[in-house]
């Protein structure tokens, strides 16, 4: 049975730093394409990062979280990672982690939500002062 648990969430002030893990079980990261997505109250669900399948991890970003958010994996620990810096207020959501049902995917996965077979609980982040 597959796994996916995300950690990390918070309160913190705008500039701020927060690291999201997503730990899998049941499923093995290296051979699958995964991603972060979020959710505010009132809004649709949004692409956040994305990160394939290929050892090196050709990742791909949202616009408003370029040059702020960083998503990576951990294959030997079976974790997925979103480190984010100079958090604004708009960031505020929960986050989710997303996991493909199908090895060696391609493509466009931000704006494909449903090419995620797999899903976790989400972890809020509020940002604000």
């Known amino acids: 049975q597959v796994r996916l648990v995300e950690s990390g969430g918070g309160s913190v002030q705008p500039g701020g730093s927060l690291t999201l893990s997503c730990a899998a079980s049941?499923?093995?990261?290296?051979?699958?394409?995964m991603g972060w997505f979020r959710q505010a109250p009132g809004k649709e669900r949004e692409g956040v990062a994305a990160?394939?399948?290929?050892?090196?991890?050709?990742?791909t970003y949202a616009d408003s979280v370029k040059g702020r958010f960083t998503i990576s994996k951990d294959n030997t620990k079976n974790t997925l990672y979103l480190q984010m810096n100079n958090l604004q207020p708009e960031d505020t959501a929960k986050y989710y982690c997303?996991?493909?049902?199908?090895?060696?995917?391609?493509?466009?996965?931000?704006?494909?939500?449903?090419?995620?077979?797999?899903w976790g609980q989400g972890t809020q982040v509020t940002v604000s002062s």
């Open positions: 990160i394939t399948w290929s050892w090196g991890g050709g990742t």
């Open positions: 997303a996991a493909d049902g199908r090895p060696y995917g391609v493509g466009d996965y931000l704006s494909a939500p449903r090419r995620f077979a797999y």
């Open positions: 049941g499923y093995t990261i290296t051979t699958y394409s």
